[in-house]
């Protein structure tokens, strides 16, 4: 095999997965909408026609009996499963709550009595940037969100005829020449109705949704295609495959090219470095990025459970750095807060915006605030002043 071969994956939000993530961030968005300094972890198991929804949750407020099954009904709904057939129904599953408050243990470390706020949990996150995409992520994952996203959006409107909402893409990106990247492989597995067309369906997919999204990259659409490999895919959803909350993670990140903690994000509040570091890293990588710090740079922060500060930062940048490594560290600690009370003010984390990182990645929306750029002049006047 090509060495020079890299795939990632992505999903819809029709996944099994997906659907947990999401309500799980639906509830979280509700909470912190009352009560900003709110602690949150939820999480969300779901088979066929049923769905668990667990956790601690701690609020200045009463949630009120059955917002949890509304907020999670809702979510069906909106992801498009309104016939059991699909594997769950937005009207008629079964939705069990077991949602309680959160651990003393716990709060005693996160809230401490000087003001600061101490880590919800020890851990270690990562944050990368590269400058091959737009979005500063890498292109396979990139191309395969992308994928979902775009027969999502056709499935919705109803252009997109006997697809059903459990999807799934792959991509696989030749780097042989690094300057100059073409697709080799593009994968897509498609819940759709027994009664379809086959050929109908295979052919939309790959002149409409393939096709289309190659082009919208100004990448190659000579690549291999598979779609549907087994020959059928009429059980999905939750009747396909269990969910569960956070287990896509990466998914939810970089696609395999950069590291993980293994920490998911979905359902936690900020105090939760799992996901606070990781968005605080990104931003950090980012802005370095954009700055020419590096082409491609990878950041990890570890953290220990009732410390504000992080017990470390480490820097990997696979020998692009533009900059000794003294100096990239230099300008992190110059111009980030990577305390656990910095990084939920940097990036505004108190606010109700999470249900926008639950599906198609995390990162690489440019509304969110960890993927501003707003660092970058700053970044280069530091660079000027510290070479002198």
Not at 102 to 114: F, H, N, R
Not at 349 to 355: D, G, M, Q, T, W
């Amino acid at each position: 095999m090509n060495q020079s071969l890299f795939t990632s994956e992505s999903v819809s939000e029709g996944h099994p997965d997906k659907i947990c993530d999401q309500i799980a961030d639906n509830i979280l968005d509700y909470i912190i909408d009352q009560d900003p300094n709110a602690k949150v972890a939820i999480e969300v198991f779901a088979t066929t026609n049923f769905l668990l929804i667990g956790g601690q949750v701690s609020a200045n407020f009463a949630v009120p009996d059955g917002v949890y099954e509304q907020i999670a009904r809702n979510t069906l709904k909106e992801i498009g499963y309104v016939d059991k057939s699909y594997g769950i129904d937005y009207q008629t599953c079964e939705i069990l709550i077991k949602v309680e408050a959160q651990s003393s243990d716990i709060a005693v470390g996160v809230d401490l009595l000087d003001g600061e706020i101490g880590a919800g949990d020890q851990g270690i996150m990562f944050g990368y940037a590269t400058n091959e995409a737009p979005t500063m992520l890498p292109l396979p994952i990139s191309i395969a969100h992308d994928l979902v996203q775009t027969a999502t959006q056709l499935r919705k409107s109803g252009e997109f005829k006997y697809a059903r909402p459990d999807m799934k893409s792959q991509v696989t990106i030749d780097y042989q020449e690094p300057n100059h990247p073409r697709i080799a492989t593009i994968l897509m597995s498609i819940q759709h109705d027994p009664e379809v067309d086959i050929k109908e369906f295979k052919a939309y997919i790959h002149e409409k949704i393939m096709k289309k999204v190659a082009r919208d990259f100004g990448l190659n659409t000579d690549f291999k295609v598979l779609i549907n490999p087994t020959g059928r895919f009429v059980i999905g959803g939750p009747q396909g495959d269990t969910g569960l909350t956070g287990r896509k993670i990466i998914v939810d990140t970089y696609g395999g090219s950069s590291r993980h903690g293994g920490g998911a994000f979905s359902g936690k509040d900020a105090t939760k470095v799992d996901r606070s570091g990781a968005y605080m890293s990104r931003y950090v990588a980012k802005n370095l990025v954009a700055a020419g710090y590096a082409d491609r740079l990878e950041i990890q922060v570890g953290y220990a459970i009732g410390e504000p500060n992080p017990v470390s930062i480490a820097i990997e940048s696979f020998g692009t750095q533009k900059v000794n490594d003294e100096v990239i560290l230099a300008a992190i600690n110059q111009f980030f807060d990577f305390s656990v009370g910095g990084m939920i003010e940097t990036l505004k984390l108190r606010e109700p915006i999470f249900k926008k990182t639950s599906t198609y990645g995390h990162f690489g929306k440019n509304e969110l605030p960890w993927e501003q750029l707003d660092k970058v002049e700053e970044l280069k006047a530091f660079l000027k002043t510290y070479s002198k």
